[in-house]
């Protein structure tokens, strides 16, 4: 998959996350399936951060200053140093959808760019920015695959219908 492709597909995943995460009540949204998960709340209040503070923020350090070190980030401690369980959910998703929107906007118009540009991480080594973009597109399916399973998982817990009939999850 080539980079133009890449940026292409963060955004049509744009209309993915608006779609499976629009109209939603506030009873789905703060559900959790296991009291250790994140609610659908947490999980837009992640990418949004994710979004600005990480591949964003990443690939342009990346392509624009590979020398200097990596600002830290601790996604999974957001959740609670955020509390994000107190946030807008309405408004959060559309933050996130605009700074999505945001991003791509910035991808379109940087032209031909050293995507071989690295940095040097403390702990993992040569990072590129080549790399960074295309872990961003894998952590949108991850996200993609997680909201789905939450919203499978929702489904099922909302009667005693059994529901193997849909086929094996």
């Not at 399936?33 to 923020?57: G, M, N, Q, S």
């Not at 995507?115 to 872990?135: C, Q």
Request: proline content about 4%; aromatic content about 12%; some cysteine.
């Amino acid at each position: 998959m080539g980079l133009k492709d890449i940026i292409t597909q963060l955004e049509h995943n744009k209309k993915v996350f608006e779609n499976l995460l629009k109209d939603i009540t506030d009873y789905q949204y703060n559900w959790r399936p296991k009291p250790e998960k994140w609610c659908l709340l947490e999980i837009v209040c992640h990418l949004l951060d994710e979004e600005i503070y990480d591949f964003r923020a990443r690939v342009k350090h990346t392509l624009e200053y590979p020398e200097k070190d990596l600002i830290p980030i601790d996604p999974e401690g957001w959740v609670t140093t955020r509390n994000y369980i107190s946030k807008d959910y309405d408004n959060t998703l559309k933050l996130f959808l605009a700074e999505r929107q945001n991003s791509i906007a910035w991808l379109q118009q940087l032209g031909d760019v050293n995507w071989n540009n690295e940095l040097k991480h403390p702990e993992l080594g040569n990072l590129s920015a080549e790399l960074f973009l295309r872990n961003w597109l894998a952590h949108d399916y991850l996200h993609i695959r997680q909201i789905l399973r939450y919203k499978f998982e929702l489904l099922k817990s909302s009667s005693k219908i059994d529901l193997n009939y849909a086929g094996d999850w």
